[in-house]
């Protein structure tokens, strides 16, 4: 058995699988805005579904940042209480030793190239798109993380072309920069994630609603599109991978993966439309799945 658990910025879901892979139980719960708070909930979290299972199985979470090995902190969350905390040390403290972490768009690449939309795929991007922008790179079934633990994070780079592509200028002279936690301007995350669609509508139409309440048909979704795609040809041009998967809340927005797909080529360097397009097989459970296979079957106790 394996407990995986998606700590998100907004809610932690966290999932039991049978040695067969099957969800035997899921919870969901509002996460925490302190650093005490989220490491106390995640281990009376684990300590319940231990008692309900009768066993101790081992843990596996996806965090929204990275674990640093040389510092044994973690660095890049969005939610950045966690910045520069030892999480994992704090919860193999609590939980005697049986947690494993991992950037939590790394384990959706992992859930989806593993078992889902890219399954049969040499070389997986997978995407979040929620209440932050993540990536996380597979290759041959492997996850890429890198010399610095930031293999995918697209996020934190510059959105391309920021009015001064001609198919949408004018509407973007309208959008004012946006700083970024990270300390720097206009990252593709202030943008592409819930919060920047939501800023993004509220400065072209005066309207204040949250990013999963905006009509997929406003201005603000099809420049939402064309940034995503612009943003995603550029990885097209480093990484080239077979397979986007996209996840996280807003991959939800109707027809994203084809639209995006079909306005990519147009932003990139002499595409040939080879790289597909896909929303997450598994949906919002990609993540938790994911850090479920942290611990790879053969691993379990």
């Known amino acids: ?7 998100g910025g907004t809610k932690i879901e966290a999932v039991l699988l049978d040695r067969a892979g099957r969800v035997v139980s899921r919870e969901r719960m509002a996460t925490p805005r302190n650093y005490e708070g989220t490491v106390t909930l ?3 979290l684990v300590g319940r579904i231990d008692a309900a299972c009768g066993d101790r199985p081992p843990v596996g979470i996806g965090a929204p940042g990275a674990w640093v090995a040389s510092t044994r902190t973690m660095k890049n969350c969005n939610s950045t209480w966690l910045n520069g905390k030892p999480l994992l040390d704090d919860l193999n403290a609590a939980l005697d030793g049986r947690v494993r972490i991992a950037n939590d768009a790394n384990c959706l ?3 989806e190239a ?4 890219g399954r049969g795929a040499r070389v997986v991007f997978g995407v979040i798109l929620g209440t932050g922008v993540g990536g996380g790179i597979v290759v ?5 993380t890198g010399a610095n633990a930031v293999a995918g994070e697209w996020g934190h780079t510059p959105l391309p072309y ?3 592509d001609p198919a949408t200028m004018d509407l973007e002279a309208g959008l004012a920069d946006r700083s ?4 720097r301007l206009n990252c593709v995350e202030t943008f592409l994630s819930g919060p920047g669609l939501a800023a993004t509508h ?3 139409g005066g309207e204040r609603l949250s990013a999963e309440r905006i009509p997929p048909d406003a201005p603000s979704v099809d420049l939402y599109r064309t940034m995503l795609a612009r943003s995603l040809a550029q990885i097209v041009n480093v990484v080239d991978p077979d397979v986007i998967v996209l996840g996280g809340g807003l991959s939800n927005i109707e027809g994203l993966a084809d639209d995006v797909a079909r306005r990519m080529g147009g932003y990139g360097f002499s595409h040939e439309g080879r790289t597909r397009v896909v929303k997450a097989e598994h949906g919002d459970t990609s993540g938790v799945l994911g850090a479920c296979q942290l611990w790879p079957s053969s691993d379990e106790g």
């Open 162 to 164: 920021l009015r001064s």
């Open 180 to 183: 970024c936690y990270c300390g």
């Open 42 to 44: 995640l281990a009376d």
């Open 202 to 204: 509220l400065e072209l």
């Open 109 to 111: 690449v992992l859930s």
């Open 1 to 7: 058995m394996r407990i995986g658990i998606d700590l």
């Open 114 to 117: 593993l078992a889902g939309a």
């Open 140 to 144: 041959d079934g492997q996850l890429l």
